[in-house]
């Protein structure tokens, strides 16, 4: 039976499907962004800068911001550059079907997610506990995931490094979100 999402497209089910989970995590990403923006430069929810609409800052002009913010760590504007690198040539970049694909286009970008991969790995596995149980369903599901598709180790491999990427770029907004709740309550005291 013929994928129906595919139907039409030039895109293979395995292209598809991560081309769909790269557009999905940059949206959840958006949304904690706009979502900590309005924390941190005290808007409402009506902000027309940071809402939907065609007005809205772009997710570029957004990244932009947290970038210049104080309240990012060093470490954490690395991840989501490279976030949003692999995000921009997924969807503006046609030629990019897969995540070796992509890596051609972007210097450094695999070596950082492999060394966060692996330090992420052996924090969880030497944490013990619920990290490491964590550890190893996250491994199982993308191994279930990916068991369908003709794909090289390689590209495996890759998918795997950008999942935990993407988790940690959102994990890491949420705890951020958080913070400026904090340091805002701590401004407004002062």
């Known amino acids: 039976m013929e994928n129906n999402i595919i139907k039409g497209t030039s ?11 790269v557009l999905d995590y940059s949206v959840r990403f958006e949304n904690l962004a706009s979502d900590y923006l309005k924390i941190v430069m005290r ?50 970049n046609a030629s990019v079907k ?45 191994e279930e995931t990916l068991r369908p598709f003709d794909i090289s180790d390689k590209e495996k491999q890759l998918f795997k490094y950008w999942i935990s990427l993407a988790e940690d770029v959102v994990n890491g907004f949420e705890n951020m979100k958080s913070k400026a709740y904090i340091m805002i309550g701590k401004y407004r005291k002062t």
């Not at 895109?11 to 989970?21: C, P």
């Not at 065609?54 to 550059?81: C, G, I, P, W």
């Not at 210097?107 to 550890?135: L, P, Y």
Request: glycine share 4%; hydrophobic share 40%.
């Open 98 to 142: 897969s995540f070796e694909d992509c890596l051609l286009f972007l210097d450094g970008a695999e070596k950082f997610m492999e060394k966060a991969f692996i330090s992420k790995k052996i924090a969880n596995e030497k944490a013990g506990g619920e990290r490491a149980a964590k550890e190893k369903r996250d491994n199982e599901e993308n």
């Open 11 to 21: 895109y293979s089910e395995y292209e598809a499907m991560i081309k769909l989970l």
């Open 43 to 92: 808007l409402d929810d009506s902000a027309v800068s940071l809402g939907s609409t065609s007005q809205a800052l772009t997710m570029n002009q957004k990244l932009v911001l947290l970038l210049d913010s104080k309240m990012l760590e060093k470490d954490s504007k690395k991840y989501f550059r490279t976030f949003f690198n692999i995000r921009n040539q997924f969807v503006h």
